[in-house]
């Protein structure tokens, strides 16, 4: 069963921490193909978890809020079951996060009768070609925009989820100006890239920038962000990549807890780290056993 855990330190000054969120993963399938995705090995297992095995965690989460995710779980048979058996459990927040494939009307007024309570999907950028190619031959362009209208009209909680790459770096700044001007988007999930991993390797022309280069872009975004007062989370960003910004900058929430034990122990561990030397955009620079070894 997998499962992902969004801890905080509680007391602060301690090592002591409580879990906020939890997040279960109930599909391993998809109708897209991003490009950036790491989870190409998911789609040969089951496309949908046992629902048994679904309720099970849900229990065992206790009074945990809870966001439903796997690539796209609006794909799961028995979704509209699972929202509802969650709010059984006296389950506050009860959440998803969708590319929005299969969203129309009739069913978002569905999730909201089932006592959905936030939403949260992906978003590439304002522009048909770059979406069609990022996506791969996923939902289309059009289709995602209207759904998004579909969502700013419910009374859902909205979050947008950003991959940050080279197709959409200098116009996020913009984009993330209409996302809250037109579509009422208040919170933004930022996510960077895998340095070490496959799309990197067969996509980084595609996918890599420069954060020196596009340094004036960058700090567009962060001001940005700060004209609109939105609440913004980045993950798997090296303190390089917010310049002056350092504020927006969260090792324990943007890093540790979004990364799975087995991919640090993979990258610190094994050979990838010596041989590629890809340090300058590794999200874990900042805190690499195997860097300060070597300094």
Same mark, same amino acid.
């Given at each position: *069963? #997998?499962?992902?855990? *969004?801890?905080?330190?509680?007391?602060?000054?301690?090592?002591?921490?409580?879990?906020?969120? *939890?997040?279960?993963?109930?599909?391993?399938?998809?109708? %897209?193909?991003?490009? @950036?995705?790491?989870?190409?090995?998911?789609?040969? &297992?089951?496309?949908?978890?046992?629902?048994?095995?679904?309720?099970?965690?849900?229990?065992?989460?206790?009074?945990?809020?809870?966001?439903?995710?796997?690539?796209?779980? =609006?794909?799961?048979? %028995?979704?509209?079951?699972?929202?509802?058996?969650?709010?059984?459990?006296?389950? &506050?927040?009860?959440?998803?996060?969708?590319?929005?494939? !299969?969203?129309? +009307?009739?069913?978002?007024?569905? !999730?909201? #009768?089932?006592? =959905?309570?936030?939403?949260?999907?992906? /978003?590439?950028?304002?522009?048909?070609?770059?979406?069609?190619?990022?996506?791969?031959?996923?939902?289309?362009?059009?289709?995602? !925009?209207?759904?998004? +209208?579909?969502?700013?009209?419910?009374?859902?909680?909205?979050?947008?989820?950003?991959?940050?790459?080279?197709?959409?770096?200098?116009?996020?700044? &913009?984009?993330?100006?209409?996302?809250?001007?037109?579509?009422?988007? +208040?919170?933004? #999930? /930022?996510?960077?890239?895998?340095?070490?991993?496959?799309?990197?390797?067969?996509?980084?022309?595609? =996918?890599?920038?420069? @954060?020196?280069? %596009?340094?004036?872009?960058?700090?567009?975004?962060?001001?940005?962000?700060?004209?609109?007062?939105?609440?913004?989370?980045?993950? +798997?960003?090296?303190?390089?990549?917010?310049?002056?910004?350092?504020? @927006?900058? #969260?090792?324990?929430?943007?890093?540790?807890?979004?990364?799975?034990?087995?991919?640090? /122990?993979?990258?610190?561990?094994?050979?990838?780290? @010596?041989?590629?030397?890809?340090?300058?955009?590794?999200? =874990?620079?900042?805190?690499?056993?195997?860097? %300060?070894?070597?300094?």
């Amino acid at each position: *069963m #997998d499962y992902f855990e *969004m801890k905080i330190i509680y007391p602060p000054g301690t090592t002591n921490y409580r879990i906020i969120i *939890m997040d279960i993963r109930i599909t391993y399938t998809c109708n %897209n193909n991003c490009l @950036y995705c790491l989870e190409q090995t998911y789609r040969k &297992r089951e496309p949908f978890l046992n629902t048994d095995l679904i309720y099970e965690q849900i229990q065992s989460s206790r009074d945990i809020n809870i966001t439903l995710y796997g690539w796209n779980p =609006l794909l799961h048979p %028995n979704l509209l079951e699972i929202i509802w058996f969650s709010k059984s459990q006296w389950k &506050r927040s009860i959440g998803i996060l969708t590319n929005t494939f !299969l969203l129309s +009307k009739s069913l978002l007024s569905r !999730l909201q #009768d089932s006592w =959905l309570t936030s939403l949260g999907y992906y /978003f590439h950028r304002f522009d048909k070609s770059i979406h069609t190619t990022i996506v791969n031959g996923g939902i289309s362009y059009a289709q995602l !925009l209207c759904n998004m +209208k579909f969502i700013s009209t419910s009374w859902l909680h909205q979050k947008c989820i950003i991959h940050i790459h080279k197709q959409n770096i200098q116009s996020i700044y &913009r984009d993330i100006t209409i996302l809250t001007t037109q579509y009422g988007i +208040k919170n933004f #999930d /930022f996510v960077n890239y895998f340095p070490h991993d496959r799309p990197y390797e067969l996509y980084h022309d595609i =996918l890599g920038y420069s @954060y020196s280069e %596009n340094r004036g872009f960058i700090d567009k975004l962060f001001c940005t962000l700060e004209k609109f007062w939105v609440h913004a989370t980045f993950v +798997k960003f090296p303190k390089e990549f917010f310049g002056k910004f350092q504020n @927006y900058y #969260d090792f324990d929430n943007g890093i540790l807890w979004q990364v799975w034990e087995e991919d640090i /122990f993979r990258f610190w561990t094994g050979d990838v780290c @010596y041989t590629q030397k890809r340090c300058s955009h590794c999200f =874990l620079i900042d805190n690499c056993e195997i860097r %300060n070894a070597e300094i």
